[in-house]
């Protein structure tokens, strides 16, 4: 099993800047890929960006591509994203998820792994 926790969420205002953190414990060996999702109110969990957790591929949503930058750091086994002008559609509860498989994937279904969320809230 993989151990999740988010932290880093909070209120903030239009084009402001705010980072998330993700940190994994466990059979941490077993992951090969993290990725972020975020839950609107009332709508449906929408990918955000993923990362190789040894490298390799990262892929972004469109919608986030040029703001948000996803990392990690192994040594600690943490993964961060950092959101950059970040508007009120970013408002969110922002999900940190493992997957054990070798492909890239930006399904919410392939994830094996899920933290409990954080609540990111960007006001106008």
């Known amino acids: 099993q993989v151990q999740l926790v988010e932290s880093g969420g909070g209120l903030v205002q239009t084009g402001d800047s705010l980072s998330l953190s993700c940190a994994a414990s466990?059979?941490?060996?077993?992951?090969?890929?993290m990725g972020w999702f975020r839950q609107a109110p009332a709508q449906g969990r929408e990918f955000v960006a993923t990362?190789?957790?040894?490298?390799?591929?990262?892929y972004y949503a469109a919608s986030v591509k040029g703001r948000f930058t996803i990392s990690r750091d192994n040594a600690k086994n943490t993964v961060y994203l950092q959101m950059n002008n970040l508007k009120p559609v970013d408002t969110s509860v922002y999900y940190c998820?493992?997957?054990?498989?070798?492909?890239?994937?930006?399904?919410?279904?392939?994830?094996?792994?899920w933290g409990q969320g954080t609540q990111v809230t960007v006001s106008s």
């Open positions: 998820a493992a997957r054990s498989s070798v492909w890239l994937s930006m399904a919410e279904g392939e994830y094996d792994y």
């Open positions: 466990g059979r941490t060996f077993s992951i090969n890929y």
């Open positions: 990362n190789g957790w040894s490298g390799g591929l990262t």
